[in-house]
Nanobody, 123 residues
């Protein structure tokens, strides 16, 4: 059973930066692509960025390209999301999850969502 713990969120002004972390336990992390997802109030949870198992392939949605950087450390079983030049539309709860269908499909039967980390960007 995988456990995922997201951290690093907070309240920042537009233009600011945050670095999110996703700490994973269990064997699923190092052998799977992973993704960052976000859910804003009243909206569905959608992928923001994904990274393949060894970090060699990454994906970003258009709205975060050039501002966000996804990375992972398979020794530490941790994935990161560096978020720069934040804008109010980035406000959401951010989650991490294993990716089964590249680039944004959550692994089939995955249900162990963490509590997420709140990112709030003020204008």
């Amino acid at each position: 059973q995988v456990q995922l713990v997201e951290s690093g969120g907070g309240l920042v002004q537009a233009g600011g930066s945050l670095r999110l972390s996703c700490a994973a336990s269990g064997s699923i992390f190092s052998s799977n692509a992973m993704g960052w997802f976000r859910q804003a109030p009243g909206k569905e949870r959608d992928v923001v960025a994904s990274i393949n198992w060894n970090g060699g392939i990454v994906y970003y949605i258009d709205s975060v390209k050039g501002r966000f950087t996804i990375s992972r450390d398979n020794v530490k079983n941790t994935m990161y999301l560096q978020m720069n030049r934040l804008i109010p539309d980035d406000t959401a709860v951010y989650y991490c999850a294993p990716v089964g269908s590249w680039p944004g499909g959550v692994l089939t039967d995955f249900a162990s969502w963490g509590q997420g980390t709140q990112v709030t960007v003020s204008s």
